[in-house]
Nanobody
């Protein structure tokens, strides 16, 4: 079974920056897409950013120009660089991989445990 391990969350002042990381606990035969989701207090989980195996990036409108997603394919790791953070960015951030643990297995969805990001003065 694959586990996704996240790091990098914390408390930051408005206008500050944070970098989140997420790595798979074991190698995967293929990862078609990696992404970051978030769930704020009293809100539904929403997609923040995603990146395909080919490098195509997608962002929520609310974070465009402030957040950047990147991936390290050999290390099965995805990053989320966040700049100009706002109080409304406060949420638990979850990473997600869509891929296979072995070539003969069906593709699955894998989730991290979540990391808290709090933007407050």
């Amino acid at each position: 079974q694959v586990q996704l391990v996240e790091s990098g969350g914390g408390l930051v002042q408005p206008g500050g920056s944070l970098r989140l990381s997420c790595a798979a606990s074991r190698s995967m035969s293929s990862i078609s897409a990696m992404g970051w989701y978030r769930q704020g207090p009293g809100k539904q989980r929403e997609l923040v950013a995603s990146i395909t195996s080919g490098g195509t990036e997608n962002y929520a409108e609310s974070v465009k120009g402030r957040f950047a997603i990147s991936r390290d394919n050999p290390k099965n790791t995805v990053f989320l660089q966040m700049h100009s953070l706002k109080p409304e960015d406060t949420a638990v951030y979850y990473c997600n991989f869509k891929g296979k643990t072995a070539p003969w297995r069906a593709s699955g969805d894998y989730w991290g445990q979540g990391t808290q990001v709090t933007v407050s003065s």
